[in-house]
């Protein structure tokens, strides 16, 4: 299981990636599609998972849908058109950063 | 297994009691306890049991640390402009009454010209710095009657 400060940055792309192809999708769906495709290596908290969901939609990528389940609420999040543009520059950015860090530790050290 | 209206009532009231005030929050929070918890009850244990298994694994620092860091997310940006722009704000004005008064004595500036500079670093200090110090003060005190 990977450290909260390595998810920290990277908990937005991976939101807007699984909204991408999953059209909506709630909360504790999330945690758990994560868990299932990282197989168990990523467990979002959800004390970063909310803050972060809310943040996406006050900056306009996100949408919420609300459905009663049983007797409580139930909000479905969506991604907004723009957040659909920022699907791929997201990831984009991400991927590019994994491949500079790989560049960065996979270096030998220079002999002596 | 779907759980019933009071066990619901039970985690909203939990929640609410711990200081989940934003409604989104506790729709969102509500769903994601009752959601935990009917897997927890569909592999055979109690209620109890997987209320108290659900609270340490959602919010084990408490459900209010999850809307306060939610609360510090959606307004860190505009904190910050407004910091900069009341920190702008006060140099200016200081600076314009500094001036003010730094010319009024060697007669550089004529007496009125001096005394308008002082009179608008004034304004600007009372309706930017006075109020906001008085705002951050009366959110300190808030915050510290909250943790008593």
Known sequence: ?112 | MIIDENQVSFVRGYLIGNGVSNLDLQDDLLDHFCCTIEESLEEGRSFDHSFSDAVEKIAPEGPEKIQTDLNYLLTIKKNVMLRKLVFVASYISVLAILMGLALRIPQILSGDATLLLIMAGMLLFSVTTVPYFFYERYQKSIKELKTE
């Open chain 1, 1 to 112: 299981m990977y450290s909260r400060e390595l998810l920290k940055g990277i908990l937005k792309p991976i939101i807007l990636k699984l909204l991408s192809e999953n059209n909506k999708m709630y909360g504790y769906e999330i945690v758990q599609k994560v868990k299932e495709i990282s197989g168990d290596k990523i467990l979002i908290k959800e004390g970063s998972l909310y803050p972060a969901l809310h943040a996406l939609t006050s900056e306009g990528f996100l949408k919420t849908e609300s459905v009663s389940v049983g007797n409580r609420t139930r909000k479905y999040y969506k991604l907004t058109s723009s957040g659909t543009g920022q699907v791929q520059l997201a990831l984009n950015e991400l991927l590019d950063f994994a491949q500079t860090l790989k560049v960065i530790f996979e270096s030998k050290p220079i002999a002596s």
